[in-house]
C-alpha cells in the first residue's frame, strides 16, 4: 500500500512540476533571478521520477534531491544578492556557503551510499549520515528562508511570501523526516511514500508566486535577532521530537506511528491556521516584540524608513501631507492615517489622508485648551483609552474633541510641533491586532512628529517665499511701469499746456493727435508687461538696424526738448527692438531732465570691433564720483526732484539681459556720458532688404 500511495504521490509531483517549469519557460520574462527557480522545477520533477521508479536510496535520487535544495537556494541568494547591502550580511552568506558545502557532502554521500547496500554495518553508518546531512540542510535552509522573508521590505513581502511558504513546508517535512529517521534508526518509508504527496501540495503555492512576477526589494532589518529565534524555534523543535521519539520508544508498539501522525496533523493545523490569517501573524509579532525583544522597535530602521519615506521625491511622488501620515502609520503598524492641519482660531482641517476610508468632516473647532495642552506637553493621545471623551493631566480636564474617539476606529492622535506651535494632527487607525500604546509609542510618535512638523513647516515657508517672490516680481514690473508712466505724464501735460496756445494750428493739431496715439500706444504695452507673469518667455535676439530706433526716439523727443542724433547710426545691433528702444529712451529721458531748457542732448553712434556702442551726451548737472559708485544704478536712487530714481537701473537690466553693459562718465557741473555697448549684428541682404521694404 505504501509503495502505490509513493509512487502515485511522486508522480503526480513530477507531473506537476514539470508542467510547472514548462509554464515557466513559455512565460520568461528575462529575470536573472527566476533561472534558478525554473532550474529547480525541472530538477523536482526527475527527482520525484527517479524515487517513483527507483526509489528513495538510489544514486540519481540523491542527486537529484542535492540538486533540487541547490537550486532554491540559489534562488534565495539571488533575492538578497538584490539588496544594496549586501556587503553587511556576511553572516547571510556565511550560511548560504555552508549549507552549499552540506549539500556537496550530501551528494558525496549519496553516491557511495548504494554500492555498499550488501553490507549492512556500512550501509547503517552511511545512512545515519545522510539522515544528519538531510537534517542539517534543512535546518539552516528553513533559518535562511526566515532570514530573508524577515529581511524583506514590508511592501514588497507580498511577492515573496508564497515561494517563501512553500520552500518553508518542504524543508519542514524533510526536517521531520530526516529527525524522526535519525531518531528511531528504523526506516520511515511511510514519511517518504508522503514526501511527494507534499511537495504536489505545495506546487499551487509556486504556481500563483510564478504568477505574480513580483520584483524583490529588500532593506535591513534586526537580522541576527530573527536569525536567533529560527534556530531557537528549530532547536526546540528537535528537542521536542527527541523527547518524543524517546517516550513513544518506551511505550512502544503502533503508538509510535500514530503518535507521529498526529504531531503532522496538529502541525499542519497550526500552519493553516496561522499563515493565511494577518491576524494571527499580526498577534505573532505582537508576542515576539513584547517577550523576545528588549526593545518593540528597531529605532535606526524605523528612522530610516521614516525620513525615506517622507523624503521621497519625484513626479510620481505622493503629495507630502500623504507621506508624513504613511511614515508615521508604517511605524506602529497602522493600517491608515488622516492629518489635520491647525489653523488660526483654533481649527483643524482635513489636509491629506492615506488609506483612510472612513468619513472625515471639514474644518473643525475645537477648545483652545486642548492646542495649547497639546503645544505645551506634545502629548500623543490614546483616543482608544479617551472613549468618555475627557483626559485628565496634573487634575485637570482635557477637553478633547468628541468626533475624535467616535467610531472605535482611532487608535492614536500624534501631534506635529514646530517650535512649540502646534503644525497639526495625525490621526491613527488601530493596527490589526489591537494593543494599548505604551512608553515606547509615546516616545517614537512624539520624535517622529516632530521632525514631520519640521517638513510641513518647510513647505509652507516654500509657499509663502514662492507668494513672496511672485508679489515682489509684480512690484518690481510696477515700480518699472510707474517710471515710465511718469514720463507718460509728463508728455501729456506738455501737450495739454501747449493747447491752450496752439490749439487752433493745424500742424500743432496733427503733432496733438500723433503724441495722444503715441501715448496710448505706450500705455497698452505697459499694462501687457504688467499683466505677463514672472515665465513669459523676451523675445529672441536678433540683428537690429540702428537708425530707425534711435531716429524714432529722437523725433519723439524733440517735441519736448532738442535731440541730435551723430554717428554711423547705419550699424547693426544684435538685440530686442522693444529692449533696446525702452533702454536707450530711459537714457535719453535722463539726460534730459538732467539738462537746462533749450539745452542739447546729443546721440552718437559707433563701432567698437565687434561691439557697438550708443553714447548720450549731456551737458547738464552731472553726477559726484560717490553718488556713480554707490547708488546710480540702484533702484529708488535719483538726484532730481520728484525722481523714481529707476530709469538707470532699468535699463542697465534691459541691457545687460540683451549681454551688452552700459560705462559712465560725468563730473558735477560739466555734464555726463552714458555709453550702451551692445554685440554688433550680422547683416545679411535678406535683412537689408526686409530694411529697404520698411
Not at 526566515?146 to 513581502?157: E, I, T, V, W
Not at 553693459?661 to 560725468?666: A, D, G, L, P
Amino acid at each position: 500500500m505504501l509503495g502505490l500511495v509513493g509512487l502515485w504521490s511522486h508522480g503526480l509531483a513530477a507531473l506537476l512540476y514539470g508542467a510547472l517549469a514548462v509554464w515557466q519557460l513559455r512565460h520568461w520574462n528575462g529575470e536573472k533571478r527566476n533561472r534558478p527557480l525554473v532550474a529547480a522545477f525541472g530538477v523536482m520533477a526527475f527527482w520525484a521520477v527517479f524515487v517513483a521508479l527507483l526509489g528513495p536510496y538510489h544514486l540519481l535520487s540523491g542527486l537529484a534531491e542535492s540538486a533540487r535544495n541547490f537550486g532554491f537556494l540559489a534562488f534565495m541568494y539571488g533575492i538578497v544578492r538584490g539588496a544594496a547591502e549586501i556587503e553587511r550580511q556576511r553572516a547571510v552568506r556565511v550560511v548560504y556557503t555552508t549549507v552549499a558545502g552540506v549539500i556537496g557532502l550530501q551528494i558525496v554521500v549519496a553516491g557511495v551510499l548504494p554500492r555498499f547496500e550488501a553490507n549492512p554495518v556500512v550501509f547503517g553508518a552511511l545512512l545515519t549520515t545522510a539522515h544528519v546531512l538531510g537534517l542539517t540542510i534543512a535546518a539552516g535552509s528553513l533559518v535562511l528562508v526566515h532570514n530573508l522573508y524577515g529581511q524583506a521590505a514590508p511592501d514588497s513581502r507580498w511577492g515573496i511570501r508564497l515561494p517563501m511558504i512553500a520552500l518553508a513546508g518542504m524543508w519542514a517535512y524533510d526536517l521531520h523526516l530526516y529527525t524522526i529517521a535519525y531518531l528511531t534508526r528504523e526506516p520511515v518509508n511511510d514519511l517518504i511514500a508522503m514526501r511527494g504527496a507534499i511537495a504536489a501540495m505545495l506546487v499551487p503555492l509556486f504556481a500563483l508566486a510564478s504568477k505574480r512576477n513580483a520584483h524583490w526589494k529588500m532593506h535591513l532589518s534586526r537580522a541576527a535577532t530573527f536569525q536567533s529565534i529560527s534556530v531557537i524555534a528549530i532547536l526546540a523543535y528537535l528537542i521536542l521530537m527527541m523527547s518524543a521519539t524517546q517516550a513513544l520508544e518506551v511505550i512502544g508498539g503502533e503508538w509510535v506511528r500514530i503518535g507521529q501522525i498526529g504531531l503532522i496533523f496538529v502541525m499542519t493545523v497550526v500552519a493553516f491556521v496561522f499563515l493565511p490569517s494577518g491576524k494571527a501573524r499580526a498577534w505573532l509579532r505582537v508576542m515576539l516584540a513584547k517577550h523576545f525583544f528588549e526593545h518593540r522597535y528597531d529605532y535606526r530602521e524605523e528612522w530610516l524608513r521614516f525620513t525615506r519615506t517622507v523624503g521621497l521625491g519625484g513626479d510620481d511622488a505622493a503629495p507630502l501631507g500623504d507621506r508624513v501620515v504613511k511614515a508615521l502609520a508604517d511605524i506602529a503598524g497602522s493600517p491608515a492615517g488622516l492629518l489635520l492641519l491647525a489653523e488660526p482660531n483654533y481649527r483643524l482641517t482635513p489636509a491629506a489622508r492615506w488609506n483612510w476610508h472612513h468619513p472625515a468632516s471639514g474644518t473643525q473647532s475645537v477648545d483652545p485648551g486642548f492646542i495649547r495642552f497639546l503645544e505645551s506637553k506634545a502629548h500623543v493621545l490614546d483616543l482608544e483609552a479617551l472613549q468618555d471623551g475627557r483626559l485628565m493631566h496634573e487634575g485637570a480636564a482635557v477637553p478633547i474633541p468628541a468626533w475624535m474617539t467616535e467610531g472605535g476606529h482611532n487608535w492614536a492622535g500624534i501631534p506635529l510641533l514646530h517650535s512649540d506651535h502646534l503644525v497639526g494632527l495625525v490621526i491613527l487607525e488601530h493596527p490589526i491586532v489591537r494593543r494599548p500604546l505604551d512608553w515606547e509609542d509615546f516616545d517614537l510618535f512624539r520624535t517622529a512628529g516632530i521632525q514631520a512638523a519640521s517638513y510641513l513647516a518647510e513647505a509652507r515657508s516654500q509657499e509663502a517665499l514662492a507668494d513672496s517672490q511672485r508679489f515682489d516680481e509684480f512690484n518690481r514690473r510696477f515700480a518699472f511701469i510707474m517710471h515710465d508712466i511718469k514720463n507718460l505724464v509728463s508728455q501729456l501735460s506738455l501737450v495739454a499746456r501747449n493747447a491752450e496756445r496752439h490749439a487752433e494750428n493745424p500742424e500743432f493739431r496733427a503733432d496733438m493727435i500723433a503724441t495722444l496715439q503715441s501715448s496710448v500706444k505706450k500705455m497698452n504695452d505697459l499694462l501687457a508687461r504688467l499683466s505677463r507673469g514672472k515665465g513669459a518667455e523676451p523675445e529672441p535676439l536678433r540683428s537690429v538696424a540702428l537708425r530707425p530706433v534711435l531716429s524714432a526716439i529722437a523725433e519723439h523727443k524733440r517735441r519736448s526738448h532738442p535731440v541730435e542724433l551723430f554717428g554711423d547710426c547705419g550699424l547693426w545691433v544684435r538685440a530686442d527692438p522693444a529692449r533696446l528702444e525702452q533702454a536707450v529712451a530711459h537714457v535719453v529721458q535722463n539726460a534730459i531732465d538732467a539738462s537746462r531748457p533749450g539745452e542739447s542732448v546729443r546721440i552718437l553712434c559707433g563701432s567698437q570691433g565687434a561691439e557697438v556702442s550708443i553714447e548720450v551726451i549731456d551737458s547738464g548737472a552731472g553726477m559726484s564720483a560717490e553718488f556713480m559708485r554707490t547708488r546710480l544704478f540702484q533702484p529708488f536712487a535719483s538726484t532730481k526732484d520728484n525722481g523714481f530714481g529707476i530709469g538707470a537701473f532699468e535699463a542697465r537690466s534691459l541691457v545687460a539681459a540683451m549681454g551688452g553693459r552700459i560705462e559712465v562718465e560725468s563730473r558735477e557741473g560739466e555734464g555726463s556720458r552714458f555709453t550702451i555697448v551692445l554685440p554688433a549684428g550680422e547683416v545679411t541682404a535678406q535683412l537689408q532688404i526686409e530694411r529697404i521694404r520698411a
